[in-house]
């Protein structure tokens, strides 16, 4: 049989032990020696500054975050009063470009009628000429 499962079970204990005399040892230096209490002391302010330091940058940190919000939000309403202007703009070009564009097609509208006016004219001069051309005292020539 291996004695694998009874090595670990005396290395986890020996850890165990282990673990235990160096926490006892770190106590009674932090409790029971001067150096160790002042030591102490000194750990406990610097944590407390950190702490401070921490709830501070914190604090920052959410203030930059509140006035970037504020910021984006007075951004984003710009944007939208741009794009709606804009809007409105293109709108009222278009608007403007779509009447010039048909008073110019009623224009050319007015000027094929009136060069229709001419053929149809033409025409009749054209007929009357044919017939006064091709006739004989007033007679067709057959």
């Known amino acids: 049989m291996c004695d694998c499962h009874d090595d670990k079970k005396s290395n986890f204990l ?5 673990g235990a ?29 950190l702490a401070d330091d921490f709830g501070d940058l914190v604090k920052d940190i959410e203030d930059k975050s509140q006035d970037f919000q504020k910021k984006a939000i007075r951004l984003e309403k710009q944007i939208k009063e741009d794009v709606v202007e804009k809007a409105e703009d293109l709108q009222e070009g278009v608007v403007e470009k779509l009447a010039d564009i048909k008073e ?24 009357q000429a044919a017939g006064k051309f091709f006739s004989r005292q007033g007679k067709p020539i057959s």
């Open 14 to 18: 020996t850890g165990l032990v282990a």
């Open 21 to 49: 005399l160096v926490g006892v040892g770190i106590y009674y230096f932090f409790t029971n020696t001067d150096q160790g209490r002042k030591l102490g002391k000194q750990i406990k302010n610097k944590s407390e500054d």
């Open 104 to 127: 110019g097609i009623g224009e050319q509208i007015s000027h094929l009628a009136e060069i229709n006016d001419e053929v149809v004219k033409l025409q009749e001069k054209g007929r």
